[in-house]
């Protein structure tokens, strides 16, 4: 019989996440508490890449609010959540947390363009910030700081994701790039949806790879030692990110007509000399 912790680890391990990788080092009860929320961002994530029908998408992610608001009055229906729940209280996931997941969701439905890089953070901040902040709780984090490192690495891991779907958001309809810094390269945006390569497009996405990086180097300039081994998982999954961006770089960018990503053995291996020398 399938239990809701079964249906979580498979929803985890069906992904081929980055994210799982990092998972398989934590500790029993811990690893428990990240596949159960990673498979809820999935649940809620899905609803909108999987969804071709707006209205449908919007009546799911609606049905979501009222199952996590249900949860945490104590009638969780859904596996997902009655496989997070025993967790919420242990490392003190709030619903607040939950709800803003979905709120980023709701903005791929609502929102296609962002017209500046402020505006693109303030989804950023929901859909990947606020993850950051849960998974670093679940980690085991001890120091107030560490919250302030788990957004900014949240957004420097969306900000390569963004830059690693280019052509498969464009095919949905959604450019996430803001508009501003399209004009910025003299890059239109039936270009992206033609899959049309130049030499603007190219600088543009170097642009966006060095905001990225020094993301990255930010967000690890603010992990504070106290917390270093703790957030082990969350520097495994910056690495196996950070070689993501390398290789999307190392092949110029060319992501308009093909999905970039690194093969599970090497996102293992990765995972594995991060655990070895933290």
Not at 208 to 215: D, G, K, N, P, S
Request: proline share 4%; net charge neutral.
């Amino acid at each position: 019989m399938s239990t809701p912790e079964h249906y979580v680890q498979d929803k985890a391990a069906a992904s081929g996440s980055s994210f799982y990788y990092a998972f398989l080092f934590l500790p029993r009860e811990r690893r428990a508490a990240i596949t159960a929320f990673y498979a809820f961002c999935r649940e809620v994530d899905d609803v909108v890449d999987n969804v071709s029908d707006a209205g449908v998408a919007q009546a799911k992610l609606a049905w979501w609010q009222g199952e996590v608001a249900k949860a945490f009055a104590g009638q969780p229906s859904h596996p997902v959540m009655q496989a997070l729940m025993p967790h919420v209280p242990v490392y003190g996931i709030e619903q607040r947390q939950l709800q803003a997941v979905i709120e980023g969701c709701q903005m791929d439905l609502e929102q296609t363009r962002y017209l500046d890089f402020a505006g693109l953070q303030r989804y950023c901040h929901l859909v990947a910030g606020v993850v950051g902040e849960v998974a670093a709780r679940i980690f085991g984090q001890q120091d107030e700081r560490t919250t302030q490192y788990a957004h900014k690495l949240g957004l420097a891991f969306q900000l390569t994701n963004i830059i690693r779907d280019v052509g498969e958001d464009a095919m949905r309809g959604r450019i996430y790039l803001p508009i501003s810094e399209l004009k910025q390269f003299d890059v239109k945006a039936h270009e992206i949806t033609k899959r049309e390569y130049s030499d603007r497009f190219t600088a543009l996405m170097k642009f966006q790879a060095e905001r990225a990086h020094r993301l990255y180097d930010e967000a690890l300039a603010l992990l504070p030692d106290a917390d270093r081994t703790a957030q082990k998982p969350g520097l495994m999954m910056a690495n196996i990110y950070r070689a993501l961006l390398v290789e999307i770089e190392r092949e110029n960018f060319q992501v308009l007509h093909q999905r970039i990503a690194l093969t599970p053995l090497r996102k293992l291996w990765i995972a594995m000399k991060t655990n070895w020398k933290q």
